[in-house]
C-alpha cells in the first residue's frame, strides 16, 4: 500500500495521468465499443489500413490518444466528433477493453 502510495504522488507532483493508475471496466468499454467497431473492427481488428488496430494498444495510450480528439489537440474529420461526448470514464472503459483484446486474430 505504501508503494502504490509513493507511485500515485510521484505521477500526480511529475504530472502524470490517473490514468496510467486507473483501471477502466472491460465489460463497459465491450459495450461502449460498439460504435468503434465500424472502422476499428469487431474485435478491435481493423480492415482498413487507414485505420489502426486497438486490440492489444496500451490503455494510456489509448486514453491520451482520445482525450487529445476530445480536447481538439489531434483532430480527424472521423475521430474528433466521436471522442467529443465520450467522459473520462468512457475513456478509460474503452482503453481497458481495447488493451484486454488480443492484438493477433485467433489468439
Not at 495521468?17 to 477502466?24: T, Y
Not at 472521423?78 to 489468439?107: Q, R, T, V
Request: glycine letters at 12%; a positive charge; one cysteine or more.
Amino acid at each position: 500500500m505504501k508503494r502504490l502510495m509513493s507511485v500515485m504522488v510521484a505521477g500526480v507532483l511529475l504530472g502524470g495521468s490517473h490514468s496510467a493508475l486507473a483501471a477502466g471496466d472491460v465489460a463497459a468499454g465491450r459495450e461502449k465499443a460498439g460504435t468503434c467497431a465500424g472502422c476499428h473492427g469487431a474485435n478491435g481488428l481493423s480492415v482498413n489500413p487507414l485505420w489502426p488496430n486497438l486490440a492489444g494498444q496500451k490503455e494510456a495510450y489509448i486514453i491520451k490518444q482520445l482525450k487529445a480528439f476530445r480536447a481538439g489537440t489531434r483532430s480527424d474529420p472521423l475521430m474528433s466528433p466521436m471522442a467529443k461526448p465520450l467522459s473520462d470514464a468512457d475513456m478509460e472503459n474503452l482503453a481497458a477493453y481495447f488493451s484486454s483484446l488480443s492484438p493477433c486474430p485467433g489468439k
